[in-house]
């Protein structure tokens, strides 16, 4: 099989091939938060940056990208990375290629359904449906309801895998 990772440079004329093949797509946004001062001031130049990471034409391409960090050289944080998607800041503030910002149901999709997609388990990943593990997170707030910036803010308060409670944050268990 085959995928696409990281996907800093994908040229937007790839895209509706990619698409038309079923290729997955795998955006390594942090390295807009991480990386993304140094791409613009020294590495590939404020011309380049702006066109980084196009997370918002793939999904208007037809394709079912993914949120990903690489961990544990970077934190596994879903929240963050639909953060930086969202916002397109980098670690100083600036924003690069912004038009390519995602909203909050394309960020969460990026992190569940299509990951499951991406995966090839869909059939029983990815979303909350009768015959589905019942994989899931509590949080303190709706993501929904919370300013793009705070979303790296929410704390999980419980997990369940398989419908099972494997952690909560009051300790009960």
Same mark, same amino acid.
């Given at each position: 099989a085959?995928?696409?990772e990281?996907?800093?440079?994908l @040229?937007?004329?790839r =895209?509706p091939a990619l698409a #038309?093949?079923q290729v997955?797509?795998s955006f390594?946004?942090?390295? &807009?938060l991480?990386?993304?001062d *140094? =791409?613009e001031? !020294?590495i &590939? ?7 980084? =990471?196009?997370v ?8 079912? @990208? ?8 970077? $934190? ?9 998607a969202?916002t397109?800041q980098? !670690? !100083?503030g #600036?924003q690069?290629?912004? %038009? %390519?910002?995602i909203?909050i149901? %394309? ?5 569940t359904i ?6 090839r &388990?869909?059939?029983?990943?990815? !979303?909350?449906?009768p015959?589905k593990?019942?994989?899931?997170l &509590?949080?303190d707030r709706? $993501?929904? *309801?919370? @300013?793009?910036?705070e979303?790296?803010q929410l704390q999980? %308060?419980a997990?369940?895998l ?11 268990n």
């Amino acid at each position: 099989a085959v995928r696409v990772e990281h996907a800093v440079e994908l @040229p937007l004329d790839r =895209l509706p091939a990619l698409a #038309k093949m079923q290729v997955p797509v795998s955006f390594h946004i942090n390295h &807009i938060l991480y990386y993304g001062d *140094a =791409l613009e001031n !020294s590495i &590939i130049g404020r011309r380049m940056a702006q066109q980084v =990471l196009p997370v918002s034409s793939a999904f208007a391409s037809g394709l079912r @990208p993914t949120l990903h960090a690489d961990s544990p050289m970077f $934190p596994p944080e879903p929240f963050s990375l639909m953060q930086t998607a969202m916002t397109r800041q980098t !670690s !100083s503030g #600036k924003q690069l290629n912004v %038009q %390519q910002a995602i909203d909050i149901h %394309q960020a969460l999709r990026a992190m569940t359904i299509n990951g499951a997609y991406q995966l090839r &388990i869909e059939e029983q990943a990815g !979303s909350l449906e009768p015959g589905k593990w019942a994989d899931l997170l &509590i949080v303190d707030r709706n $993501p929904y *309801a919370t @300013p793009a910036a705070e979303l790296d803010q929410l704390q999980v %308060q419980a997990v369940y895998l398989a419908g099972r409670q494997q952690f909560n944050r009051a300790g009960e268990n």
